[in-house]
T-cell receptor
Framework: EPEVTQTPSHQVTQMGQEVILRCVPI?????FYWYRQILGQKVEFLVS????????KSEIFDDQFSVERPDGSNFTLKIRSTKLEDSAMYFC??????????????FGQGTRLTVV | AQSVSQHNHHVILSEAASLELGCNYS??????LFWYVQYPGQHLQLLLK??????LVKGIKGFEAEFIKSKFSFNLRKPSVQWSDTAEYFC?????????FGAGTTVTVRA
């Protein structure tokens, strides 16, 4: 069964460093998402991406964040200068259609980011 | 903008007890509704979904949910829980653009 894969599963980084979280969405999917879950809190929407551009982003997704689809298979989330409060589980998801109804998002296993 | 409310933060119950988790959303347009489960140390998995049709939806592992449009609710139920149902449960609502999650309910089932 096709699945969304994320690497690494766990990344530890020093405050102020740049990190790139990688995701490989399901191959025929066209719509991609990043979510994060701070420990003990709810899953929060960060950004959605379609046709090589951001469709929607939340207020969390500030100038420190960026997304890219560099090669037609990977979908990356970059945090330019990490802060302690960026420590969270980051989930990538993809869905089959551009947008719209009657679609479900498939989630990856997540990358646990720890900023020290 | 839509919001999703889950009424219970933590539910503790014994095996074989019945479970019902409440979910309400605020969006007035057409939505798709989901329940996801996150077992300890694992990723989000889809339990069930509602797109249209029969408002009583059956999912995996004996779970079901009922969409009540007039109440903007999508409550999750299971008649008899097992220890293995210990997990975090998230209600999610999708409009045309994004999927929004509730805060989650931690369910602890005691043997």
């Amino acid at each position: 069964e096709p699945e969304v894969t994320q690497t690494p599963s766990h990344q530890v980084t020093q405050m102020g460093q740049e990190v790139i979280l990688r995701c490989v969405p399901i191959s025929n999917h066209l719509y991609f998402y990043w979510y994060r879950q701070i420990l003990g809190q709810k899953v929060e929407f960060l950004v959605s991406f379609y046709n090589n551009e951001i469709s929607e982003k939340s207020e969390i997704f500030d100038d420190q964040f960026s997304v890219e689809r560099p090669d037609g298979s990977n979908f990356t989330l970059k945090i330019r200068s990490t802060k302690l409060e960026d420590s969270a589980m980051y989930f990538c998801a993809s869905s089959e259609l551009k947008r719209g109804m009657n679609t479900e998002a498939f989630f990856g296993q997540g990358t646990r980011l720890t900023v020290v | 903008a839509q919001s999703v409310s889950q009424h219970n933060h933590h539910v503790i119950l014994s095996e074989a007890a019945s479970l019902e988790l409440g979910c309400n959303y605020s969006y007035g347009g057409t939505v798709n509704l989901f329940w996801y489960v996150q077992y300890p140390g694992q990723h989000l998995q889809l339990l069930l979904k509602y797109f249209s049709g029969d408002p009583l939806v059956k999912g995996i592992k004996g779970f079901e949910a009922e969409f009540i449009k007039s109440k903007f609710s999508f409550n999750l139920r299971k008649p008899s829980v097992q220890w293995s149902d210990t997990a975090e449960y998230f209600c999610a609502v999708k409009d045309d653009y994004k999927l929004s999650f509730g805060a989650g309910t931690t369910v602890t089932v005691r043997a």
